[in-house]
């Protein structure tokens, strides 16, 4: 199981992120943190991820890795952080085939239907969704082992 943390500006939220995966999930996953610059990277490598890079390109190359994109909503909508998410990055990331568990923070944007909860407490349902989804994940695998048997 890949998990891809996408993060801007100094990677804070990324870091944390990654922190909780790591504290939280006893499977061997790979997180790969996918940093708008080579800061964000380098702050969310330091917190944990197997893997860091920054830039356009690896964007386009490791979405295709991903089962699973955590980041800010913000990580979908072009010119975020102060224009360091491109146009094409926030296409790969939308385009992934990756389940995305976004946190509902960014800039002059509101989201209905949410709870404006502290970011300790949205990143632990985050941490929920990712649990639930590799639960899922196992599920379906052994459903695909027994078809073939």
Known sequence: MTILVVDGAGGNIGQQVISR??????EKIEIIA???NSIAAGNMLKAGANRAAS???AF???VQEADIIIGPI???IPNSF????TPAMADYLSLSKAKKILLPLGKNLGLVGTNNLPLPHLM????KLVRETLDE???NRIAEVEKSV
């Open 55 to 57: 830039g356009e390109n």
């Open 124 to 127: 632990d349902e985050a941490i």
């Open 137 to 139: 994940s196992k599920i």
């Open 60 to 62: 386009r190359v490791n």
């Open 21 to 26: 995966l790591r504290e939280s999930l006893a």
């Open 82 to 85: 102060m224009g360091e998410l």
């Open 34 to 36: 996918l940093g708008t």
């Open 74 to 76: 913000s990580v979908m």
